[in-house]
Structure formats: structure tokens, C-alpha cells
């Protein structure tokens, strides 16, 4: 229990340390209180974000809209604000359909070895050919513009990144001495899989997640862009900047602030990143 504590105390110190990182922790703090606090709170502010009224289109940023107007005349403000319940949601999902599949996958490539291992790593390595925004826009091409959809297209591009790096773990680990001595008193192989290779896996995933959250927000924004990802009238950030290209020049707040969104929302999760790899990495831990 001291122990336990001990080490819960000296990773908030690191944590704190970084100031970009303490930053960045806030703001993701800030984002998600926002994306489950707000819809629950206020129900009737989506309905309010999607009400259109023409005679209002175009407003720029002010008291009663704080950051201006759309095309359709709808509140910016709150388009953002439900976008970010968008946004962290289908990133959540995307990345959690991703270490559902390459997690295992690289547990027991690394802990089998021989064929098995052979056989998932080939596999990896042809979805590790694509490029994971041209194969995430090839299959949201496939099966059709929805959200849904794009969280598919990117989960089935992004997992064979998590069973590389699992794979590349588990190697290591299954030569040490707890794993032998589970095997020599007969644990079965789904076992020790399970309860001493995943588990001493965990620390390069988490921070692996934590960055491409970011990415898979990145990649959702510019899915939704090219018109594969959420469809209109959705408060999805890449569509709100895709819809306002054309009125850029004119109406510069209609792309900026959802595209800040993006921007800060993408950073932060980077920041984050940076710092739980600080945090979980035993060097710097030593220091």
C-alpha cells in the first residue's frame, strides 16, 4: 500500500513538473467536462445549436454570439461546444476498436513466436504499407459517408501501429523469470498472456493512446472535410471548417474557431503524451 502511494505521489510530481504538460491536463480536463457536463446539463443546446435563422447568417463575434454566425445563421459557439462531445467520442471509440484488435494480436505474436507470429506480423505489415490517412480514406470511400463509418475506416487503419508495439514488448518480456515460472507450474498460454504480458505492456500503449487520440480527432476533422466523415446539419469540427471554405475571405470567424478547436484539442493530447511518457519511463523516473 505505501509502495502504491509512493509511486501515485512521484508521478504527480512528474506530471507537475511539466508545465506544458500541466497545461495541456487542464485543458483535456476542460474539454471532457465539456463533452459530459454540457449535454447532460443543458439537453436543449443541441437542438439550439442545429436551429437555423437566415436573417442572422454571417454575424461576426459578439456578445450574443460569441463567435459570430454560420452560413445558416446557426450560433458557432455552441456548434463548438457540442462538437466537442463529437470529436472526443468517436476518437475514444476509434482508438479503443484499434487496441482491441492490435493489442491481443501483438500479445500473441510476441509471446507464440513461429508461425503465429509470422502470420500477424505479415498481415500487419501489408496495412502498414497504406499510408493511415489514404487507407482510412479508402475504406470510409467504401462503405459510405457517415460517422460511423469513419470511426471503422480509422480503427481498421490504425490497429496494426498497436500490434507492432506490443509485439515488440511481449518479445522481451516472455524471457523473463516471472513468465517462466508461470509456465513451469502450468499456467495456461491465455494466462499469462492476459495477466503478465498484456499487463507489463500497458505503460508504451498508454502513452501511444494518449497521442493518437489527437491524431484519430485530426483524422475524423479531415475525413469529415473531404465528406466522408459526419454529414450535415452534425456540429463536427472538420465539417463546420469544411462548410465555411467558401466564405473564408469574408467571414473569417466561421473557420477559425472551429479550427482552433482542432488545434488546441490536437495539441494538448501531443503535450500529454509527451508528458506520460516522461512520467512512465523508468530513466527519467530515476532522475
Avoid at 442545429?50 to 455552441?78: C, E, N, V
Avoid at 498508454?206 to 459526419?230: F, K, N, P, R
Avoid at 509527451?274 to 527519467?284: C, Q, S
Wanted: net charge positive; proline share 6%; hydrophobic share 50%.
Amino acid at each position: 500500500m505505501l509502495a502504491r502511494l509512493k509511486e501515485v505521489r512521484l508521478s504527480v510530481h512528474l506530471l507537475n513538473k511539466n508545465k506544458l504538460t500541466r497545461v495541456a491536463f487542464i485543458t483535456i480536463i476542460i474539454l471532457v467536462a465539456i463533452a459530459v457536463i454540457v449535454p447532460v446539463a443543458f439537453p436543449s443546446l443541441a437542438h439550439m445549436a442545429s436551429a437555423t435563422d437566415p436573417q442572422y447568417k454571417l454575424l461576426p463575434p459578439s456578445w450574443d454570439h460569441l463567435f459570430g454566425t454560420d452560413d445558416m445563421g446557426r450560433d458557432i459557439f455552441l456548434r463548438v461546444l457540442i462538437g466537442t462531445q463529437i470529436s472526443l467520442q468517436t476518437s475514444l471509440i476509434a482508438v479503443g476498436i484499434a487496441l482491441l484488435i492490435g493489442v491481443p494480436l501483438g500479445a500473441m505474436a510476441g509471446y507464440f513466436g513461429g508461425f503465429v507470429d509470422e502470420l500477424i506480423m505479415r498481415v500487419t505489415d501489408i496495412f502498414l504499407s497504406f499510408p493511415s490517412l489514404l487507407l482510412a480514406i479508402t475504406i470510409a470511400a467504401f462503405l459510405g459517408p457517415s460517422l460511423h463509418n469513419a470511426i471503422i475506416a480509422i480503427a481498421v487503419s490504425w490497429w496494426p501501429w498497436y500490434t507492432r508495439l506490443i509485439r515488440g514488448q511481449a518479445v522481451s518480456i516472455k524471457e523473463r523469470q516471472f513468465v517462466k515460472a508461470a509456465k513451469s507450474i502450468g499456467a495456461p498460454d491465455y494466462k499469462i498472456i492476459c495477466q503478465h504480458i498484456v499487463p507489463n505492456c500497458l505503460g508504451p500503449v498508454i502513452v501511444q493512446a494518449s497521442m493518437d487520440i489527437g491524431g484519430v480527432i485530426l483524422t475524423i476533422a479531415s475525413l469529415s472535410y473531404l465528406g466522408l466523415g459526419a454529414q450535415p446539419p452534425q456540429p463536427e469540427w472538420g465539417l463546420m471548417v469544411s462548410t465555411s471554405r467558401n466564405y473564408f475571405l469574408d467571414s473569417w470567424w466561421y473557420s477559425i474557431f472551429p479550427g482552433m478547436a482542432i488545434f488546441i484539442t490536437v495539441l494538448a493530447f501531443n503535450l500529454l503524451g509527451d508528458g506520460l511518457r516522461e512520467i512512465l519511463d523508468p530513466k527519467t523516473r530515476n532522475k
